[in-house]
């Protein structure tokens, strides 16, 4: 997976519109990881930043952000 891509992936629906997938809440990716991730990319990035979040490494995307 492309961390660039990761790093500027936005959240397409839901409360969470339109943030990073960086900026979502450890609840949320927990709920998914527990309820079964979405289908596709979407679905591989959330949980890729699941297991970003979960070692405390997602800071290292924040660089990569474009405005």
Same mark, same amino acid.
């Given at each position: 997976?492309?961390?660039?891509?990761?790093?500027?992936?936005?959240?397409?629906? +839901?409360? #969470?519109? +339109?943030? #990073?997938?960086?900026?979502?809440?450890?609840? #949320?990716?927990?709920?998914?990881?527990? %309820? +079964?991730?979405?289908?596709?990319?979407?679905? %591989?990035?959330?949980?890729?930043?699941? %297991?970003?979040?979960? %070692?405390?490494?997602?800071?290292?995307?924040?660089?990569?952000?474009?405005?």
């Amino acid at each position: 997976m492309d961390l660039n891509e990761l790093a500027n992936a936005r959240m397409p629906f +839901g409360r #969470y519109k +339109g943030r #990073y997938l960086t900026e979502l809440p450890d609840a #949320y990716l927990v709920w998914f990881r527990r %309820e +079964g991730f979405p289908e596709g990319k979407l679905g %591989e990035m959330l949980a890729a930043m699941h %297991e970003l979040k979960t %070692e405390g490494l997602e800071t290292l995307l924040v660089p990569l952000q474009r405005p």
